[in-house]
């Protein structure tokens, strides 16, 4: 039966691309990780991966293996983080998936906290651009808690986070003029916008803003570093719709509502009955979320 430990060693060189870095990643001889992925290729007798000159690709069989692979590591993990909870044990490790743009704003103020609570815990954080392929990670078990728009028909647990505003991100010069900290998107239907990536949750976003406002926007630049919008505006470049909390303090642009609102409802998921420390992190999340920066609130009031 194949073990744990060739199915991380086949996992890495799957993510890695190729068995030196893999082997680098682990902390093993390179001859090592092959005699591994060897023992776990006899004991299914087949072939995962076909060597090229600079790479590896996963073969039929190994492509097939993947998801099972993926769900019996992840599923050892939880074990093992699930059994150290309930010894009452310190140790373990929080698997976080998040959506890009919540990511950012949320989990670093978030996880200062839950670092001096809990030192002893490692964080994973993995980050998905689309709320979709969170929930697809969330239901093969790769996280012990998904951060992001509020799913629809998820079977395990929902605690809903709040409301969270998008905000228009204007350069300091230029049209139009802003009254009242707000501004209608039609406004903004002739100009060249900072968009995102075509698949990121941001993109669709404007997309759908836009259309409700009766324009489809321009595209000045896109980028897929969500971080990456309020600098992109700050340089003149043009507007960008963007989640109030990732708008840095140091933002020397003009921040509007726009008209109309633009808000998504953002939630914690977890399995039907999550364990002690993914419990703890989504009660410290729900406490401490802060969804509007008191810096962004100051200058739209």
């Known amino acids: 039966m194949p073990t744990l430990r060739q199915f991380e060693a086949y996992l890495t060189v799957v993510d890695e691309g190729s068995f030196t870095r893999a082997a680098q990643q682990l902390g093993v001889s ?3 990780l092959s005699q591994q992925v ?11 991966f076909s060597r090229l000159p600079r790479s590896v690709s996963l073969t039929p069989t190994g492509r097939a293996l993947l998801p099972h692979a993926r769900a019996s590591v992840d599923a050892a993990a939880r074990a093992t983080t699930a059994a150290r909870s309930v010894a009452g044990t310190s140790a373990g490790e929080l698997r976080i998936a998040a959506v890009y743009s919540v990511g950012l704003g949320l989990l670093p103020g978030v996880l ?3 670092r001096a609570d809990h030192p002893g815990v490692g964080v994973r954080l993995l980050e998905h651009r689309t709320a979709e392929t969170l929930t697809a990670a969330m239901q093969g078990g790769q996280a012990d808690v998904g951060i992001g728009p509020t799913p629809t028909g998820w079977r395990g647990r929902v605690r809903v986070l709040g409301a969270e505003e998008l905000v228009v991100l204007l350069p300091a010069q230029g049209p139009p003029d802003i009254r009242g900290h707000e501004i209608a998107l039609q406004r903004l239907a002739d100009v060249a916008w900072v968009q995102y990536g075509a698949g990121h949750e941001l993109s669709a976003e404007l997309d759908a803003a836009a259309q409700a406002a009766g324009f489809r926007p321009k595209v000045a630049v896109r980028t897929e570093q969500t971080a990456m919008a309020p600098q992109l505006v700050d340089a003149g470049i043009g507007p960008a719709l963007v989640p109030a909390g990732i708008v840095p303090s140091s933002f020397s642009g003009r921040i509007a509502r726009p008209v ?12 039907a009955e999550p364990d002690t420390l993914t419990s703890r992190f989504v009660a410290l999340l729900a406490r401490s979320a802060v969804l509007m920066p008191p810096h962004v609130a100051e200058r739209l009031s």
């Open 30 to 32: 390179q001859p090592g």
């Open 260 to 271: 109309p609102a633009v808000e998504r409802e953002l939630a914690a998921t977890t399995g």
């Open 112 to 114: 200062t906290r839950w």
């Open 38 to 48: 060897a023992a776990l290729e006899r004991e299914l007798g087949a072939s995962l």
